[in-house]
């Protein structure tokens, strides 16, 4: 069993900032990668960051230079600094870990961020 709690989420204006952080518990081994993905009302769900267990990340084009992943191994904790946000970046978040022997995905409940004046 796998749990993933995130929190973080929550009303911002334009221009704010948020953090939003995930928590990894149960039986939790071989983690090849964690990362955070978000679904806006009418979209596909997207990846937005992605960090490997060797610290590797990818970005959506969209967040590039804005968003910053980072983890802490010890913890099994993803956190997604989230900078200069606009509107276009209101949606569920959802954390997500790939990982096991033959990797497979694992989700988290989602947060809801809402970018609005």
């Known amino acids: 069993q796998v749990q993933l709690v995130e929190s973080g989420g929550g009303l911002v204006q334009p221009g704010g900032s948020l953090r939003l952080s995930c928590a990894a518990s149960g039986s939790i081994f071989s983690i090849t990668a964690m990362g955070w993905y978000r679904k806006a009302p009418g979209k596909e769900r997207e990846l937005v960051a992605r960090?490997?267990?060797?610290?590797?990340?990818n970005y959506a084009d969209s967040v590039k230079g804005r968003f910053t992943i980072s983890r802490d191994n010890a913890k099994n904790t993803v956190y997604l600094q989230m900078n200069s946000l606009k509107p276009d970046d209101t949606a569920v978040y959802y954390c997500n870990i790939f990982m096991g022997v033959v990797p497979i995905d694992y989700w988290g409940q989602g947060t809801q961020v809402t970018v609005s004046s």
């Open positions: 960090i490997t267990s060797a610290g590797l990340t």
